[in-house]
């Protein structure tokens, strides 16, 4: 099977998509599905993150988001129009944005199914990036959006249980299927703590705790902050590390001036997926998240599978991760009772190493060979119904027509 991937984000650009798809190519790959990726070009991105079947596609800037670049899209439909001679069998698209209604086009001038994966919760992204929207009216807008790009594709991919119910919430009616992205098995090799400490110049005695993500306002690491001021109250000495990067660093490190907490909040930037991200992991004491709109929340399972302890809120898609079993401590959105719980790990560090490696355990279920599997079925299965669905009415033998083109019709 050969497969066509469309998105308008990818490596160098780190986020949950760009792993994502990078997981599932590489897993894929294995499974005998080619996947063929185009994603933007970016100024001065090294050449190494690219394999033979990544297509760059000349991008602009984005006006005031300095880490994300919009594809030409006279360029796009070019690069996509000298794949038409290649033989594909489906187009997966990853984006919501030019990739989605070029990868549509295509496919459909082709005569291809496509499918979509629907990585990003953007009912709660709008109200963050224009503030002059009304919040209600903003969600009715993404919803409508929403409604329009699913109705256009074969089938659509939700990350988590959770994003399922908000799109069929959203009236989304084609078929849905819940594939969550896995964890590599590299995932799960032990970093190095002591050396991740020693390289940002952390002492190796202190309390660390440490939240791994996109640096942006939805992600809502003011809380953090907050409930780390609550936290030194007890432990004084505890530190905060941010690594990552976005739009929301600069009021970041106001209010952690404000704090007075300027020496005790590391920003760390952008860290190396193949070595400094695990050994930044492995030298933390606590991971700390409260986002409230992750679609998954990828980052809870690779601490897991460093064996770091976890105190997390439970919003949309990390709610589908934080289950019973899990060894993450769930906790309150209010900044004293969500101190105390990284508290109790921070001072019964025995109770904190069995959660890690209760954790560890738990992630182990999620492995991304597992995942690749039940994407490459779900392509198979989106690839028949089509076959099914194209098939004039007198091709079908009349028990086939019946049962198979009703089955199809009714998923729709």
Same mark, same amino acid.
């Given at each position: ?14 986020n ?5 798809i ?26 190494s993150?690219?394999? =033979? %079947?990544? &297509?760059? #596609? ?5 006006p005031? $988001?300095?880490?994300? !670049? ?5 360029e ?96 989304? =009616? %084609?078929? &849905?299927? #819940? ?6 098995? $590299?995932?799960?090799? !032990?970093?190095?703590?002591?050396r ?9 005695d ?15 690491i ?26 929301a ?5 106001a209010q ?37 709109? =992750?679609?998954?929340?990828? #980052? ?58 209760q ?54």
């Amino acid at each position: 099977m050969r497969v066509l991937f469309v998105s308008d984000v990818y490596f160098p650009r780190v986020n949950g998509v760009s792993t994502s798809i990078a997981t599932f190519r590489a897993d894929l790959a294995t499974a005998g599905v080619e996947t063929v990726l185009v994603a933007p070009q970016y100024a001065g991105a090294a050449a190494s993150v690219d394999d =033979e %079947r990544v &297509i760059r #596609v000349p991008s602009s800037p984005v006006p005031r $988001d300095p880490e994300d !670049r919009r594809m030409r899209w006279g360029e796009l439909r070019r690069t996509l129009q000298e794949l038409r001679a290649r033989d594909f069998d489906l187009v997966h698209v990853h984006t919501p944005f030019l990739a989605h209604y070029a990868g549509v086009r295509f496919a459909r001038a082709a005569r291809l199914p496509v499918v979509e994966t629907y990585h990003t919760f953007f009912e709660e992204y709008l109200h963050h990036y224009v503030p002059l929207l009304p919040r209600a009216l903003g969600r009715r807008l993404a919803r409508a959006v929403t409604r329009s790009q699913c109705s256009q594709v074969d089938a659509v991919i939700a990350p988590s249980q959770p994003m399922l119910d908000m799109l069929r919430s959203s009236g989304i =009616e %084609r078929p &849905i299927q #819940v594939i969550p992205t896995g964890m590599p098995a $590299d995932r799960y090799v !032990r970093g190095d703590g002591a050396r991740f400490r020693r390289e940002h110049n952390l002492p190796p005695d202190r309390p660390l705790l440490l939240y791994v993500g996109r640096v942006a306002h939805e992600k809502n690491i003011g809380f953090l902050v907050e409930s780390f001021l609550a936290v030194r109250r007890s432990r004084p000495d505890a530190l905060l590390v941010i690594a990552g990067e976005g739009p929301a660093r600069a009021s970041l490190a106001a209010q952690v001036a404000r704090f007075g907490l300027t020496r005790e909040v590391v920003f760390v930037g952008y860290l190396d997926r193949e070595r400094s991200l695990a050994d930044c992991y492995a030298a933390a004491n606590v991971f700390v998240f409260a986002s409230r709109t =992750e679609t998954q929340g990828l #980052v809870l399972l690779e601490a897991m599978a460093q064996a770091c302890p976890i105190v997390s809120t439970a919003h949309l898609g990390t709610a589908s991760i934080l289950q019973p079993g899990c060894g993450a401590r769930v906790a309150p959105d209010e900044p004293a009772a969500f101190a105390q719980a990284v508290l109790g790990l921070l001072d019964d560090p025995e109770r904190a190493a069995r959660c890690g490696a209760q954790g560890q355990e738990y992630a182990r279920g999620w492995a991304s060979t597992l995942m690749a599997r039940r994407m490459h079925e779900f392509y198979a299965d989106v690839c028949a119904r089509a076959k099914i669905a194209s098939r004039p009415a007198s091709a079908a033998g009349p028990r086939e027509s019946n049962n198979e083109r009703q089955a199809l019709l009714d998923s729709r």
